[in-house]
């Protein structure tokens, strides 16, 4: 992965805390990259291999809803366009983590994926769900559905804010490479 595409991904995973945050939950970075910062310097291929699973596979952030006395591990996954790699990463962080919700996405959604914020979908997965083709066209729900809290953004349009930004990116990277 080059720096600019970990640039990218951090920014989006950035983009959805400070969103979480706002609404009122309680965000605690977990990933590799954030809990053991000495190694954003290194290529991912350094120390992917020597670190353990467990270590290496932990979703980006535990989201904390103190009120509603809930809980979420939380993977961010930034895309181009949806590719059937992503099912092969979604399945080694799921060997070890078997319940999180992954939030993607993507500058190029699908035809199925429809609405407003059409391009940022979550998905509960937990030790049942498939991970198929499938899955990944028909399953995501809208951020507000999942983390209820997100409603209340909806209605100012924070969560429309987020999607704009992170197309931004998108379209930096298709300058960049031109």
């Known amino acids: 992965m080059d720096l600019d595409n970990r640039l990218r991904g951090q920014l989006v995973a950035a983009a ?9 939950y309680q965000v605690i970075p977990t990933g590799i990259e954030r809990s053991l910062r000495e190694l954003r310097t290194v290529a991912v291929d350094r120390y992917l291999e020597p670190a353990p699973p467990p270590l290496r596979t932990t979703p980006d952030f535990f989201v904390l809803d103190l009120k509603g006395r809930e809980s979420w591990l939380a ?34 959604p699908p035809d199925e994926w429809t609405g407003e914020v059409r391009h940022i979908r979550a998905f509960q997965i937990d ?12 399953d995501g729900r ?7 809290h997100l409603k209340d953004r909806w209605a100012n349009g924070t969560i429309l804010a987020v999607q704009e930004s992170v197309l931004r990116l998108t379209r930096n990277q298709r300058k960049n490479e031109c």
């Open 16 to 24: 959805f805390e400070v969103l979480l945050l706002d609404a009122g």
């Open 142 to 148: 809208r951020l507000q559905d999942v983390f209820v």
């Open 75 to 108: 993977e961010v996954k930034f895309r181009r366009y949806l590719h059937k790699r992503l099912l092969d990463d979604l399945a080694t962080i799921q060997e070890t983590w078997p319940e999180f919700i992954l939030v993607l996405v993507l500058a190029e």
């Open 127 to 138: 030790e049942d769900t498939e991970l198929t083709w499938e899955f990944l066209l028909r």
